[in-house]
């Protein structure tokens, strides 16, 4: 059974760097084509894809958002890690991971975790 | 970028069908994948490649890709079927995810 669970800090105040983790399991990160994204979801929003790691090292990022983020990956912990810098009260949001076995799509996700940027 | 484009809202009577929308330029060069997200709840993958249903998803819940249209149709419309959907997209082109706006589709 595929799982994903995010986690990180639920408050983080304006200009500072936010890292979350997605734990996973029932599924590995060496698996050829597995990738794992973060998608966010502000408060009555709609979700904004963020970023996506494969299994073989490559990212992709939200191109507005790119000088912002990185992503990196952690097999042997099983965890996929999301840096956001300089935050702001516009990124207030649900951050979730989801599974993707590479065919375009987000097959599992998790169930988010909420993130409030303010002073 | 590309932009997929979404009616905000759809209201339909239990038991009659909903037929959500999403549109985008050449859309039909591209293969649309659909979400189901109720409130409070991680999203659920209900269509992908226009007109596959994952495992565990009715069959009431089926997706067509005209080439002109995309559309994600529900049959038989129930009270649990009330949520936000979303349509979805990889864009080879700029190497990215993109999702619609977002439909919330309510039960009358």
Redesign the interface.
């Known amino acids: 059974q595929i799982t994903l669970r995010e986690s990180g800090p639920p408050l983080v105040r304006p200009t500072q760097t936010l890292t979350l983790t997605c734990s996973i399991s029932g599924f590995s990160l060496r698996s050829s084509g597995v990738g794992v994204?973060w998608?966010r979801q502000p408060p009555g929003g709609?979700?904004?894809?963020l970023a996506?790691i494969y299994w073989d090292e490559t990212k992709?990022?939200?191109?507005p958002l790119q000088s912002r983020l990185s992503i990196s990956k952690d097999t042997s912990r099983n965890q996929v890690v999301l840096t956001m810098t300089n935050m702001a009260a516009a990124d207030t949001a649900t951050y979730?991971c989801?599974h993707t076995t590479g065919?375009?799509?987000?097959?599992?996700?998790?169930?988010?975790t909420l993130v409030t940027v303010s002073a | 970028?590309y932009v997929l484009t979404q009616p905000p809202s759809l209201s339909v009577a239990p038991g009659q069908t909903a037929r959500i929308s999403c549109g985008g330029n050449d859309i039909g060069s591209y293969?649309v994948?659909w979400?189901q997200?109720k409130p409070g709840?991680?999203?659920?993958?209900v269509v992908?490649?226009n007109n596959r249903r994952?495992s565990g998803i009715p069959k009431r819940f089926s997706g067509t890709n005209s080439g002109v249209t995309v559309t994600l149709t529900i049959s038989r419309v129930e009270a649990g079927d009330e949520a936000d959907y979303?349509c979805?997209?990889?864009d080879s082109g700029?190497?990215?995810?993109?999702?619609?706006?977002?439909t919330k589709l309510t039960v009358l």
């Open positions: 994204g998608v709609a979700l904004e894809w996506l992709r990022y939200r191109p979730s989801a065919d375009g799509y987000f097959d599992l996700w998790g169930r988010g | 970028s293969s994948h979400y997200q709840q991680a999203p659920v993958l992908f490649d994952p979303y979805q997209v990889w700029g190497d990215h995810v993109v999702f619609g706006g977002g």
